[in-house]
Nanobody
């Protein structure tokens, strides 16, 4: 089993920044790519960003491209999501997820990810 624990969420004003962290523990050797998803009230969960095991490949949702950066520190078993120029529509619960399948691309599909964290709330006020 793998445990994923997110942190770093909070309340910020529009235009502000946050850095989310996701710490992995357990059978981490089974994890290849890592992803961030978010779910706003009344909406479906959506892909935000993903990163390959080596960190050499990344993928971003169009809605956040240019405003966020995903990175990982494998020595610390931690994935980060730096978000800048936050907007009220970025308000959501943010989840990190781990993909246990070796792929030649970073998947943007929820069903590709086997492990999920509990989520961290991000609230952006106008």
């Amino acid at each position: 089993q793998v445990q994923l624990v997110e942190s770093g969420g909070g309340a910020v004003q529009a235009g502000g920044s946050l850095r989310l962290s996701c710490a992995a523990s357990g059978r981490i050797f089974s994890i290849y790519d890592m992803g961030w998803f978010r779910q706003a009230p009344g909406k479906e969960r959506e892909f935000v960003a993903g990163i390959s095991r080596s960190g050499g490949y990344t993928a971003y949702a169009d809605s956040l491209k240019g405003r966020c950066t995903i990175s990982r520190d494998n020595a610390k078993n931690t994935v980060y999501l730096q978000m800048n120029s936050l907007k009220p529509e970025d308000t959501a619960v943010y989840y990190c997820a781990g993909d246990t399948t070796l792929r030649d691309y970073v998947s943007q599909k929820q069903y590709s990810y086997s492990y999920w964290g509990q989520g961290t709330q991000v609230t952006v006020s106008s």
